[in-house]
């Protein structure tokens, strides 16, 4: 489904970075290091712990939502921790 930013300039068509589970015949997008993430359905963010913190162009005038929130700053900061320590 896709939606109208509200000012009515660009077209957002999904979103990236939510803790959902994206279906198998989701659209994925690939970042500059390789890595593919699934392009999520609009409105799959969990609130209060997700919100868009902002917007990536996939084509003129169409973008997805980047989601993060409290649990992402978590999840990263106990990468960051698992990394530093060798585990």
């Keep these: 489904m896709k939606l109208r930013y509200p000012d009515e300039s660009f077209i957002i068509i999904g979103e990236i970075g939510g803790l ?18 699934p392009i999520l359905p609009r409105g ?13 162009e996939v084509q003129k005038d169409h973008y997805v939502a980047v989601i993060g929130g409290i649990i992402h700053l978590f999840i990263s900061l106990w990468h960051i921790i698992k990394r530093s320590t060798g585990n």
């Design 20 to 37: 959902s589970c994206a279906s198998k015949d989701a659209d994925m997008l690939c970042v500059g290091d390789g890595k593919v993430l």
């Design 44 to 56: 799959s963010l969990i609130r209060p712990f997700e919100w868009v913190i902002g917007y990536i």
